[in-house]
């Protein structure tokens, strides 16, 4: 299957270096709806974040479960969930911004292409965060709750593989099709 996708790819990458600007044709309705679903995308992350950023800061005001759970990883989760939520605001508004039918292909491919890069670098770094916290957070759960460190973790374990087999595909196909051309 990716073989075929990739000869796909490569097909469309010649025609496209074989023709001059002026030929190549956007295909706006298609690009226009891969715009949509990723706004919705961006916009979920952004809201999920920042309620689960307001929640972990309501816990650490109130001080919740503070052996198990210390003020300062309850600090450290809220600080990096709303630097998350900010990120995705920033990426929403940046993506809203691009008008499909007015940009020539060579600009809507640049300005795609910085998309996806600040798209994963936020994930990376939102991953290496979440690495961070869990790495300070796993020793103390051993220590308080067996039980649920063995839960915490194959949880993580499902929520990494969820993420690479189920949003990571749907983020490359939506980019796709962000910048299909007319055949």
Not at 99 to 111: D, G, H, R, T, Y
Not at 134 to 158: C, D, E, K, Q, Y
């Amino acid at each position: 299957m990716q073989l075929d996708e990739l000869k796909k790819s490569m097909s469309t990458l010649e025609q496209v270096l074989a023709k001059t600007n002026t030929d190549i044709k956007i295909n706006v309705s298609a690009s226009k709806t891969a715009q949509t679903k990723i706004l919705k995308k961006f916009r979920k992350a952004y809201t999920s974040l920042l309620l689960v950023a307001i929640i972990f800061v309501a816990a650490a005001i109130y001080n919740i479960n503070p052996i198990s759970f210390p003020l300062y990883l309850k600090i450290y989760l809220s600080s990096f969930l709303a630097i998350g939520a900010i990120w995705y605001i920033y990426l929403y508004r940046k993506l809203k911004s691009i008008n499909i039918a007015v940009l020539s292909p060579k600009q809507l491919f640049s300005k795609t292409a910085t998309i996806k890069l600040l798209t994963l670098s936020g994930e990376i770094f939102i991953g290496m965060c979440l690495v961070f916290f869990f790495a300070l957070l796993l020793p103390s759960v051993w220590t308080f709750h067996r039980i649920g460190f063995w839960i915490m973790t194959i949880g993580l374990i499902l929520g990494i593989v969820y993420s690479i087999f189920h949003y990571w595909p749907q983020y490359i196909n939506l980019f796709r099709d962000f910048n299909s051309i007319k055949e």
